[in-house]
């Protein structure tokens, strides 16, 4: 079975391209490579790898494929927001393209990473202290979440017109954990290199807010559960995705008692100004029962998987913006200037 991966070679889609090789599934990656090729390197010659923008993806890509997982696009608040015009490109048109490219050709399975971002309510508010599921109404606002939202209205409209179509959407909660195309912008992996490199973590807003968390490898196999469901379970239904639900505060708590086991010292300190933080918890227990779908991976095990990877591979390098989506799509746009008066570097 081929599996066309949009976005395979990112920080979840390396991960996940690994776990479908490991089952015997072939993989196709479609990736701009937008971060070069380090998520994939060491297994680039185990899988079709075509490079290209999500945004004009050839026929040809379609070829032989059974299904579509699509993981391309922006993938926080900060790039949508510095560029609301691409994100809604990649995040939502995009979306639609794929999906109605995958119709013409007859791929019935498409599954969707969407956002467990998009029940974000601002933190001191009563919505935080409900569980969140599949049905709560919701109306996102900001740029990221919005487009998300607008993607899953899409492909839920085009299951509606065609019988055969099969899309899955996953809101993902806050995804953390050791990836290939490693990330520090995301919380637990932030606590980790702050901690490393600076022996604190800092807790903003006091570390009230709340948030779903599921770590990367957990979740790479739910995006296989909904490969391999029945079409009857998983047929225009949106799942959360999270481990569990957690007080930042406590997130912190658990990743420096960790690191202390690790003989890493590290202080935790608390910012009680007030930020934008984002604060919901969603309730997972569709996803339970539908598809059987367990998380197994704890915030503990991730950590020291995490630690063990820095010190083995001496990924030490913590201020490299190839680590932070923001700041490396800001440096690729900087050099792109420069590149377009020189017209190259030699």
Same mark, same amino acid.
């Given at each position: 079975?081929r599996?066309?991966?949009?976005?395979?070679?990112?920080?979840v889609?390396?991960?996940l391209t690994?776990?479908l090789?490991?089952?015997?599934?072939?993989?196709?990656v479609?990736d701009r490579?937008?971060?070069?090729?380090?998520?994939?390197?060491?297994v680039?010659?185990? =899988?079709?790898?075509?490079?290209?923008?999500?945004r004009?993806?050839?026929?040809?890509a379609y070829?032989?494929?059974?299904?579509?997982?699509?993981?391309?696009g922006? !993938?926080?608040?900060?790039t949508?927001?510095?560029?609301p015009?691409?994100?809604t490109?990649?995040?939502?048109?995009?979306?639609?393209? /794929?999906?109605?490219?995958a119709i013409?050709?007859?791929?019935r399975?498409y599954?969707?990473?969407?956002s467990c971002?998009v029940?974000?309510s601002?933190a001191?508010?009563?919505r935080?202290?409900?569980?969140? !599921?599949e049905?709560a109404?919701?109306d996102?606002?900001?740029a990221y979440s919005? !487009?998300?939202?607008e993607?899953?209205?899409?492909?839920?409209?085009l299951?509606?017109?065609?019988?055969?179509f099969?899309?899955?959407i996953l809101?993902k909660?806050?995804v953390?954990?050791?990836s290939?195309r490693m990330r520090?912008d995301?919380?637990?992996?932030?606590? =980790?290199?702050?901690?490393?490199?600076s022996? /604190?973590i800092?807790l903003?807003f006091?570390?009230?807010m709340?948030?779903?968390?599921?770590e990367?490898?957990?979740?790479?196999?739910?995006?296989?559960?909904c490969?391999q469901?029945?079409a009857k379970?998983v047929k225009?239904?949106?799942?959360n995705?999270?481990?569990r639900?957690f007080?930042?505060?406590e997130l912190?708590l658990?990743?420096?008692e960790?690191?202390?086991?690790?003989?890493v010292?590290v202080?935790?300190?608390p910012d009680f100004e007030?930020?934008g933080v984002r !604060?919901?918890?969603?309730?997972?227990?569709?996803i339970?029962?539908?598809?059987?779908?367990?998380p197994?991976?704890?915030v503990?095990e991730?950590?020291g998987?995490i630690?063990?990877?820095?010190?083995?591979?001496?990924?030490t390098?913590?201020?490299?913006?190839?680590?932070?989506?923001?700041?490396?799509?800001?440096l690729?746009?900087?050099?792109?200037?420069v590149?377009?008066i020189?017209?190259k570097v030699?």
């Amino acid at each position: 079975m081929r599996i066309l991966i949009i976005g395979g070679a990112g920080y979840v889609g390396s991960v996940l391209t690994r776990e479908l090789l490991e089952r015997g599934y072939t993989v196709r990656v479609y990736d701009r490579l937008f971060f070069g090729r380090r998520g994939i390197a060491d297994v680039e010659d185990r =899988i079709d790898l075509m490079v290209g923008d999500m945004r004009d993806i050839p026929d040809a890509a379609y070829d032989d494929v059974e299904a579509v997982v699509n993981l391309g696009g922006l !993938s926080n608040d900060p790039t949508a927001e510095y560029n609301p015009k691409a994100n809604t490109a990649m995040n939502t048109l995009a979306t639609r393209t /794929t999906a109605e490219a995958a119709i013409r050709r007859g791929i019935r399975r498409y599954v969707f990473a969407s956002s467990c971002s998009v029940y974000y309510s601002a933190a001191g508010q009563e919505r935080e202290d409900l569980l969140l !599921s599949e049905e709560a109404a919701i109306d996102p606002k900001a740029a990221y979440s919005r !487009s998300k939202f607008e993607a899953e209205r899409a492909l839920l409209e085009l299951s509606a017109k065609h019988a055969d179509f099969c899309p899955v959407i996953l809101r993902k909660g806050t995804v953390f954990g050791f990836s290939k195309r490693m990330r520090y912008d995301l919380v637990v992996n932030t606590f =980790i290199k702050d901690a490393i490199r600076s022996g /604190t973590i800092t807790l903003h807003f006091g570390g009230e807010m709340w948030r779903p968390l599921v770590e990367v490898r957990d979740a790479a196999r739910a995006y296989i559960a909904c490969l391999q469901s029945d079409a009857k379970n998983v047929k225009g239904q949106i799942f959360n995705v999270a481990y569990r639900n957690f007080r930042i505060s406590e997130l912190a708590l658990r990743v420096r008692e960790s690191l202390r086991a690790l003989g890493v010292a590290v202080d935790i300190a608390p910012d009680f100004e007030y930020k934008g933080v984002r !604060s919901y918890r969603v309730d997972c227990g569709k996803i339970r029962r539908v598809l059987g779908y367990e998380p197994a991976v704890s915030v503990e095990e991730a950590v020291g998987a995490i630690v063990r990877e820095i010190r083995a591979n001496g990924m030490t390098d913590f201020d490299n913006p190839v680590y932070y989506n923001i700041r490396w799509m800001k440096l690729l746009e900087e050099t792109e200037k420069v590149i377009g008066i020189t017209g190259k570097v030699f």
